[in-house]
């Protein structure tokens, strides 16, 4: 298990803790992620997702094709694009360096480095074992964090 990284006098987030969610249960944790993209660039936030190489391969082919006549723009870290791109997608779990965004959604197993740079969290769960049992070590991080992470059951079914 990883151990946060203390903010530093410079974090603009080290005043008050991030909002912290889970969001637990899901069967089709990507198609839930593009929903959930969907409303937040709509409600003008600018999220960063972080997750496993498949994971990121798979929501950048699906956020083209999860809509009919619909498209959400993206890219990835390090794109020339990155700053003016509302959604950006990474494949390693630290945003240390990342400016301009307000929201992490985490898809993978691991701690994200750099999580209290961002106002709010979200946690995507699967409904597996292991993804559960990930879950609960990272809310207790963030627990001890100083943070009091919020768990919401969502329902959501594969498709």
Known sequence: MQTPVPPTPADPAAAEPPRVEFRVGLGDVLGYCCALLRSATAKGARPVVCGPAPAIEELDQRLWTFAPAEFLPHCRVGDALEGRSPIVLSAHPDIEGLRGRDCLVNLGPSLVQ??????????LVGADDAAK??????????????CAPRTLETGHEAR
């Open 114 to 123: 750099g999580w209290r740079r961002v106002p709010r969290v979200i946690e």
């Open 133 to 146: 049992a990930s879950a609960r070590q990272r809310f207790r991080v963030y627990r001890d964090g100083g």
